[in-house]
């Protein structure tokens, strides 16, 4: 790959590729032997969570807010459908595990988080049957149905609407919802790779963070094709009720480090967040103890492993290889960054930022 970058004037790193496709892949990382004392490090980065859950354009944008045109009901043509449910795309996803019973149906579906920030029951997705080929008889998608207290934005309930047929294990559960970024896709648009984490979200509107201060109204032109995509977390990205990493108290476990933002940063290593997981759920170390496997890994960073084990530990990364432009926010003189690679293949700094992106001028803020 060939990559080209340019810098805005709002301090972003832009990375270019040429390319279209959304391929997906795996990358094994291998992490030496450690000890408590002594961890081994490694560094390392993650492709996209999965495919865009959406792509279109803009209808017009002001201030933080992107607005979408609303469509035909495939229903009722004569009325028009907005193309995201209230909230969805903002809040923090419940979870849960299914049981069988002795007809390989589903029995019962059980909430293992409650998630947050739901203003409407979300749909729940089962997998299919492993085996049997007849629905009549071995055969038959079970169907589960949600329900939330609307004052406290929490799932209180899952019910088996159709309990299904053909499950010889239990089938994974994915309830909708969780936190999404929304991404500028115009292909040859300056902001092209731009991305922003979305905040809230009506039928037809989207309000985003930035951080940066942007012009969003120039950033998303009306009709700008944009797509959003599902944000990693500790818990997505490395399990929630147990990982491959070593797990225990903060004394034996393996650490992962995230940076923090350049607001919080002080020029010390205690600029490295670490998180652990004890056998239950993600901890930060020297926190105060919640869950914290909801914490979001933003696409332009990439996440430093502490292997405290005595044995060295191959792990696989999936995720979707970026081949698409991508910004990175540069932090000013005296901050850090630990860049994402979004590429998926080893790349020399002198691919990454061209010769005349270079300069020996700390005044030159552009370069």
Not at 94 to 113: E, H, I, M, P, W
Not at 232 to 260: P, Q
Not at 340 to 354: A, H, K, R
């Given at each position: ?17 040429g390319e ?66 209230q909230?969805?795309?903002a ?31 979300p ?100 009709e ?7 944000a ?41 967040k ?36 005595n ?10 290889v ?9 932090p ?36």
């Open positions: 790959i060939v990559a080209s970058l340019g810098l805005s004037s709002l301090g972003s790193l832009v990375a270019s590729t279209l496709a959304d391929p997906s892949g795996a990358l094994s990382v291998t992490l030496p032997a450690g000890t408590s004392s002594s961890p081994s490090y490694r560094v390392a980065s993650i492709g996209l969570k999965g495919e865009a859950v959406f792509r279109g354009q803009v209808k017009q944008s002001a201030g933080n807010d992107v607005v979408f045109h609303r469509v035909p009901d495939l229903l009722d043509p004569s009325k028009s459908s907005v193309p995201f449910r909230g969805m795309l809040t923090q996803k419940a979870r849960a595990s299914a049981f069988l019973d002795g007809n390989k149906s589903v029995s019962q579906v059980t909430l293992t988080s409650f998630g947050s920030g739901y203003l409407s029951a749909k729940v997705y089962v997998d299919l049957p492993t085996e049997g080929n007849d629905s009549a008889v071995d055969y038959e998608l079970a169907f589960v149905s949600s329900e939330i207290n609307a004052s406290t934005g929490l799932v209180t309930g899952l019910n088996v609407e159709g309990p299904g047929k053909g499950y010889l294990i239990p089938p994974k559960i994915k309830i909708e919802g969780g936190r999404h970024f929304l991404r500028c896709a115009e292909s040859g648009s300056s902001d092209e790779g731009k991305f922003y984490l979305v905040q809230a979200n009506t039928g037809d509107t989207i309000t985003l963070a930035n951080p940066l201060g942007d012009d969003l109204a120039q950033v998303f032109k009306n700008t094709l944009v797509e959003i995509f599902e990693w977390t500790l818990g997505s990205l490395f399990g929630y009720d147990s990982t491959f990493l070593n797990e225990g108290n903060s004394s034996v476990a393996d650490y992962v480090y995230l940076l923090k933002p350049p607001n919080q940063q002080d020029g010390t290593t205690a600029d490295y670490p998180y652990f997981h004890d056998g239950v759920t993600w901890r930060e170390v020297g926190g105060s103890g919640s869950d914290v496997s909801e914490t979001v890994i933003y696409p332009d960073e990439s996440f430093m492993i502490a292997r405290r084990g044995t060295p530990l191959d792990i696989v990364l999936s995720g979707t970026l081949t698409q432009n991508t910004f990175f926010k540069i000013q003189q005296g901050k850090r960054l630990l860049m994402n690679n979004p590429f998926g293949v080893d790349i020399m700094l002198s691919d990454l930022i061209s010769s005349e992106n270079i300069d020996d001028n700390v005044t030159n803020g552009k370069k």
